[in-house]
T-cell receptor, first 113, second 112 residues
């Protein structure tokens, strides 16, 4: 089935550093969503992107919908310890149907003080 | 708090048994989704309901079934449980068919 590939798979960064992660697909998506999952909890929606080329910010988070509609990236600026968690990209697939969300493989972020 | 309520939070049962997981969607949301997350794995889509009707099916085993009731809450039934069914089961809801999903905190199922 359709898979969204996220990179990096995991990352260790120091508090205060900026973080960048991306998500790619072999298929076109009309919507890109970014979620964060804390240990033992459900994923929480961070940012939703609906238009190719769209750049959206939510506090220290910035996400972009790639022009080709096959990729998206998420940046976190000035990371803090509570940014720790797993970040998932997601998109509705197949495109245009009343469809299920397909989730990426996840990027695990760990922040050291 | 996402507004999606899942019960129970934890469930421990033996192989061969049957369990029911319950989900109450956010107020106003018509669509309910079920996902399975095994240890250190991504989220695998199981099934989606919209206003009481099944709309999409993922990799859901035949031993699993679900339904959405008139009051829009949903139940996921897992039967003939196997050790490999141990996982976190998440329910999510959305306003419409292609709206962003909001997840509950999951039910952790342990099959012994």
């Amino acid at each position: 089935g359709q898979q969204l590939n996220q990179s990096p798979q995991s990352m260790f960064i120091q508090e205060g550093e900026d973080v960048s992660m991306n998500c790619t697909s072999s298929s076109i998506f009309n919507t890109w969503l970014w979620y964060k999952q804390d240990p033992g909890e459900g994923p929480v929606l961070l940012i939703a992107l609906y238009k190719a080329g769209e750049l959206t910010s939510n506090g220290r988070l910035t996400a972009q919908f790639g022009i080709t509609r096959k990729d998206s990236f998420l940046n976190i600026s000035a990371s803090i310890p509570s940014d720790v968690g797993i970040y998932f990209c997601a998109g509705p697939f197949p495109t245009g149907t009343a469809s299920k969300l397909t989730f990426g493989t996840g990027t695990r972020l760990q922040v050291t003080l | 708090d996402s507004g999606v309520t899942q019960t129970p939070k934890h469930l421990i049962t033996a192989t061969g048994q049957r369990v029911t997981l319950r989900c109450s969607p956010r107020s106003g949301d018509l669509s309910v989704y079920w996902y399975q997350q095994s240890l250190d794995q991504g989220l695998q889509f199981l099934i989606q309901y919209y206003n009481g009707e099944e709309r999409a099916k993922g990799n859901i085993l035949e031993r699993f079934s679900a339904q959405q009731f008139p009051d829009l809450h949903s139940e996921l039934n897992l039967s003939s449980l196997e050790l490999g069914d141990s996982a976190l089961y998440f329910c999510a809801s959305s306003v419409g068919l292609n709206s962003p999903l909001h997840f509950g905190n999951g039910t952790r199922l342990t099959v012994t």
